[in-house]
């Protein structure tokens, strides 16, 4: 899920428009009276909610010290009242964010100034993007009184200090949002992030839990014991297990002037980190540090897969990121490397996101064959074996995706272990079917492609079904790629559950993926189903219940201990997106061997964003 961070989106001065937007679709609360000039303070301005009571307002003369300057991507500074928590109320923060935009920054850390300008409230992502506001003065003008004043001290954030629950639930009568709800920031998370919004804030020696990526930021965790994984990351294990020991780390020195750290999931920050607390499109509270510790590397390594039996058949699926010609030979000999040495040279693998033969270059082309050629000399290269493939090419720009890369799914296999069984293979809109050969289970169309005309899989990735044999006997195997989470509401956005707009897409796909398989098992009822691939979703999900209707299929991740249950790291969460599924024939846990392979997503250096799992089983 490649994004660009908030430093990176142009930010418009013309917040008013923003709120005036905001107000409209019930995201904010309409503004309180103004207090007189003489008594407006930073904890007026903040309130007790997460909007301002006096959003749209002019101020004057609100008086801080400068704890933190940033002079790229959304400009400004933040200052923060220097007689500490002035009101007494943990509710209110004593720091605002002062957007400055293209005006030239003329004051440091350190600095007391007195600012006058209007008081807004930006959103983020905007107004649909369900992503809180933040409170900010706009059109500043600024008055520096004195310069190398001390500043505030620093809020500890801990493991004791952040409430266990994350959020409260929202407030029927605003659709579910937060915003007008008081905070209790000693009840919610989300409510003790909202209460120290800007202000100085300090995290101590912490563990990575999101490894540094190509934007410059990394997550760390306050809360060493919420739900970790076994390689030092932590668990995204339901919907109500948010972590929300979790926190977005970037900093305020331009990497030209200072290299930001290159972490891997398990590192850690030691020194912590120290600045103003942000919120940003991208990740929501952020640490935008001032002073930045040092990483202490912890030696991760990326896993190695035992080699399958003489009498077990391994299926595979790995995600291999927009793979196509025009990328260069490393990263295919990266990718075909880790199918030989990390997987151990699979019998079958199915290939998400193979893209056509010249990329996201919009001619119409839809074949893949050099991009299959390339990658599969590259295995051989590797030391693997001369894998064959078989897809169906997709009709042009109709399975989403980058425009023009035309992604699909592709099984490799190697013809030395396992054989194809092909039978009249389909095209981009020709249904394969479930017929009868014999006693047994077929599929009219081997390499075919499941209900193509499904409404559910309009600009999305159709699953692809083959026929195998393994030492005489069927197995059938359908990769998937559904639809992406694009368009779902953070774990911060305002509205408490956040909207998931995104799963109602992939609830279809699964049902129709599951009427399929079961199908097969009405023709063959111990017919041997494996279906796999990039299902997008957790193994809690709906979506993966739907694909489980009726006993059809059993998610392999539930095999797993908790601890190990993680294909994906988003936002510092290790969570399922890639799923193995098998049906009653190829038997439970005991009958088989289920392994996600983390080999990119807890590392700063990826070849792919996603793991790769490896399914054995005695057919």
Avoid: C
Wanted: avoid cysteine; proline fraction near 7%; glycine fraction near 10%.
């Amino acid at each position: 899920m490649p994004h660009i961070p908030a430093s990176r989106v142009p930010r418009s001065a013309a917040v008013g428009a923003v709120v005036a937007t905001a107000l409209a679709a019930g995201l904010l609360v309409a503004g309180s009276p103004a207090a007189s000039a003489d008594e407006v303070r930073v904890h007026d301005i903040q309130g007790t909610t997460r909007v301002s009571p006096l959003a749209g307002q002019q101020v004057t003369d609100v008086t801080g010290v400068v704890t933190g300057v940033r002079g790229y991507g959304s400009k400004g500074f933040w200052i923060q009242s220097a007689d500490g928590d002035a009101d007494r109320d943990p509710a209110t923060s004593e720091a605002v964010f002062v957007f400055t935009g293209s005006a030239a920054l003329t004051v440091r850390p350190g600095d007391a100034v007195r600012v006058s300008g209007t008081v807004g409230e930006y959103v983020p992502g905007g107004a649909g993007s369900g992503n809180q506001s933040l409170t900010q003065i706009t059109k500043p003008t600024v008055t520096v009184e004195s310069s190398g004043n001390p500043l505030p001290e620093p809020v500890t954030l801990g493991a004791k200090s952040v409430p266990a629950a994350y959020a409260p639930a929202g407030d029927p009568a605003q659709g579910g949002s937060i915003n007008a709800l008081p905070l209790k920031p000693r009840s919610y998370a989300l409510d003790l992030y909202e209460s120290l919004e800007g202000m100085n804030v300090r995290v101590g020696s912490s563990r990575v839990v999101g490894a540094t990526d190509a934007y410059n930021e990394m997550w760390v965790t306050v809360k060493k014991r919420e739900n970790p994984s076994r390689r030092g990351g932590t668990v995204y294990g339901s919907y109500g297990a948010q972590n929300g020991g979790r926190l977005q780390i970037q900093q305020l020195a331009p990497v030209s002037e200072r290299p930001f750290p290159k972490a891997d999931v398990g590192d850690v920050l030691r020194g912590g980190a120290e600045g103003p607390l942000d919120f940003n499109q991208f990740g929501g509270y952020t640490l935008a540090a001032r002073e930045l510790g040092e990483v202490a590397g912890k030696g991760l390594t990326r896993e190695k897969t035992r080699r399958q039996a003489k009498g077990e058949l391994a299926v595979a699926t790995y995600n291999v990121e927009n793979l196509d010609p025009t990328d260069p030979q490393k990263k295919f000999d990266a990718l075909a490397g880790a199918v030989v040495s990390n997987l151990s040279s699979p019998d079958i693998v199915a290939l998400e996101e193979i893209q056509d033969d010249n990329g996201a270059k919009n001619d119409g082309t839809v074949s893949a064959e050099a991009t299959l050629k390339k990658f599969t000399d590259a295995v051989v290269a590797a030391g693997g074996p001369r894998y064959a493939w078989r897809s169906v090419d997709p009709a042009n720009n109709k399975d989403g995706g980058e425009p023009g890369g035309n992604i699909r799914q592709v099984f490799l296999y190697n013809p030395e272990r396992v054989s194809f069984t092909e039978r009249a293979p389909g095209d981009a809109t020709t249904p394969t079917e479930v017929v009868r050969a014999g006693k047994r289970a077929a599929l009219s169309h081997s390499p075919g492609r499941v209900d193509p005309a499904n409404p559910a899989w309009e600009d999305s990735r159709k699953p692809l079904a083959g026929e195998f044999v393994f030492r005489g006997r069927t197995v059938f195997v359908i990769a998937n790629h559904f639809g992406s989470k694009g368009g779902d509401e953070g774990l911060t956005s305002h509205h408490q559950p956040p909207k998931r707009s995104s799963e109602a897409k992939r609830l279809l796909q699964a049902q129709a993926v599951n009427g399929f398989v079961k199908d097969l098992r009405k023709a063959q009822r111990d017919a041997d189903v494996v279906v796999l691939g990039d299902i997008n979703d957790f193994e809690f999900s709906a979506a993966t219940k739907a694909l489980e209707d009726g006993g059809a299929l059993r998610s392999a991740a539930r095999s797993l201990p908790k601890s190990e249950r993680y294909t994906y790291v988003y936002q510092g969460n290790s969570q399922v997106l890639d799923q193995i599924l098998t049906s009653p024939g190829v038997g439970d846990a005991d009958d088989f061997s289920y392994d996600s392979v983390h080999i990119n997503a807890e590392f700063a250096e990826q070849n792919s964003d996603h793991d790769p799992q490896v399914l054995r089983f005695r057919p």
